[in-house]
């Protein structure tokens, strides 16, 4: 696992004053508005400029009133930026990292999405490629959009997982990295518990070790516990990495996300290990 750093820089949202593609499904949300999406910041450009119209094509699918080129006094704001992850088997992963805002600007929640393709679709903007991130996106920010606590009958048989602390993390590290992890986690068959009383069949928490400055550069270790809740440890998932000096000191920002998505497959193995059996099963 390697820790993944990306520039921290505060996303744009300018809006253009068009009209929304008519016949257009629409759902009304929390307080009948529409959700404008401000133009996709990262790399490469020719994704990040499609994905804006994709994702809002995809909403409109699923009756989310969306659009990249108009906006309102009413309307939820969507800022999204794209990041580039190493090349893996001929093919290249990129994470579109989401942060949704009511119309008094609070901030309602983040999601994360990660797609494959090769690094020329990527680099040319193929609109097939784009296409399904926007729809991968879209699916996980409707969940977003219309959150509830599951019932005991909708839990069923699933694995209750609690985020716990993130400790030894600088700048606003800890918050940060403990509810990037908590919204990719959501993606998964689990059932995530925030509240430290509340039942659960495993604990993930995590310590960040930031080393003293040396030539310019720190060393970061990251190292994520996946215990039970009576604190048997059933593993680690471990990143590493040397960062500018400094870089974490503040607002972690998007680094959050690019290092949750490099734990989540280690965390849910560890997850998947240590899940409780069945009922009737040895």
């Not at 009209?19 to 949300?29: A, C, K, N, Q, Y």
């Not at 994470?95 to 393709?117: F, H, I």
């Not at 985020?163 to 689990?190: C, F, M, Y």
């Amino acid at each position: 696992m390697v820790l993944l750093v990306a520039a921290c820089q505060p996303l744009p949202h300018p809006f253009a004053d068009d009209v929304p593609r008519r016949g257009s499904p629409i759902l009304d949300l929390r307080d009948s508005a529409s959700v404008a999406i401000a133009p996709i910041e990262g790399m490469p450009r020719a994704t990040a400029e499609k994905l804006g119209p994709a994702l809002a094509n995809a909403l409109q699918e699923r009756e989310i009133a969306a659009s990249d080129k108009t906006t309102s006094i009413g309307s939820y704001e969507l800022l999204g930026k794209i990041q580039e992850m190493p090349a893996s088997a001929g093919k290249a992963a990129l994470v579109a990292v989401w942060e949704l805002r009511d119309p008094s600007g609070e901030r309602l929640g983040e999601r994360a999405e990660r797609a494959e393709a090769a690094a020329t679709d990527w680099q040319q903007g193929s609109d097939d490629a784009v296409a399904r991130l926007a729809a991968a996106s879209a699916a996980q920010l409707v969940a977003l959009l219309q959150d509830d606590a599951p019932t005991e009958a909708e839990i069923g048989g699933r694995t209750r997982l609690q985020i716990s602390s993130v400790a030894g993390a600088p700048g606003d590290g800890g918050e940060a990295l403990a509810r990037a992890v908590t919204e990719l986690l959501k993606k998964q068959d689990l059932v995530i518990v925030t509240d430290p009383q509340a039942k659960a069949d495993l604990v993930l928490d995590a310590t960040v070790t930031v080393a003293q400055p040396r030539a310019g550069k720190q060393n970061v270790k990251i190292v994520w516990h996946v215990r039970r809740k009576e604190g048997t440890e059933i593993g680690t998932v471990g990143q590493e990495n040397d960062v500018p000096t400094g870089l974490l000191d503040g607002a972690w920002g998007d680094v959050a996300y690019m290092v949750a998505v490099s734990a989540q497959d280690g965390i849910m193995e560890l997850v998947t290990r240590g899940a409780p059996q069945p009922v009737g099963k040895s």
